[in-house]
């Protein structure tokens, strides 16, 4: 469920066609040091809570694990009941089906993550919204996201939509308009299978916002203001 850094994108990234940041938005803006006050606090999102504090947000994410029988048999930490693995380092205390290769127990556990604020994760504010650019995992692409504030707290976060190419024909798949309606705003340049470049000014980056480029993905219920 993970396929960018950022958990906006893990969550809430639906797209098939990808469509990649040269340098972070809008451009000419300047970075923030922190996430403002008016987003700070714990949110509901998908049964678990997510925090945006000064300087990072935190999430709960799932990681392979594996022990052997023999270290089960001796850890004061990892146990089975039920046909189900509880490792006491995990978030989740409800225990996690495993698999069997040979004597080593395969399963998961859920940890709390943590995204810094870096050169690698920057916040903009723009007009309604602040803009979260993450830099993709050993590329130098970025993937941008609009986080929007509701009057009771609430927030939205709004994700590229999943726009439809010259060479995808596939009609079970639901697209929010043709990649080349979106061809006079800026330059598009394709690296890669339904992958593509852009690199717009301020201003186009005002008129992708405007014309629907960005579309909501979904919304955190604010349970605890900080």
């Not at 947000?57 to 990681?63: N, S």
């Not at 069997?100 to 504010?125: E, F, G, M, P, W």
């Not at 340049?189 to 993905?217: C, H, M, Q, R, T």
Request: charged share 30%.
């Amino acid at each position: 469920m993970k396929p960018y850094l950022f958990l906006f994108a893990v969550t809430f990234t639906f797209s098939c066609t990808r469509v990649y940041f040269e340098q972070p938005q809008p451009q000419g803006f300047k970075a923030l040091s922190a996430f403002p006050e008016a987003i700070r606090g714990a949110y509901l999102v998908d049964k678990d809570t997510f925090y945006i504090k000064e300087h990072e947000f935190t999430y709960m994410d799932l990681f392979d694990r594996s022990i052997t029988q023999a270290e089960i048999n001796t850890s004061p930490s990892v146990t089975i009941r039920d046909s189900l693995i509880y490792d006491k380092s995990s978030l989740d205390k409800m225990g996690f089906k495993y698999h069997i290769t040979n004597d080593t127990l395969h399963y998961k556990v859920a940890l709390r993550v943590s995204q810094v604020l870096s050169d690698s994760l920057v916040l903009k504010a723009y007009d309604r919204f602040w803009v979260l650019n993450e830099r993709e995992d050993s590329k130098k692409v970025w993937n941008a996201y609009l986080i929007e504030k509701f009057e009771n707290g609430d927030i939205c976060i709004w994700s590229t939509g999943n726009f439809k190419t010259e060479t995808n024909r596939d009609r079970k798949i639901k697209y929010e308009a043709e990649l080349k309606d979106f061809y006079k705003i800026t330059e598009f340049i394709k690296i890669g299978e339904d992958e593509y470049l852009i690199n717009p000014s301020s201003k186009e980056f005002k008129k992708l916002v405007k014309n629907d480029f960005f579309v909501k993905a979904d919304t955190f219920q604010l349970i605890n203001k900080r």
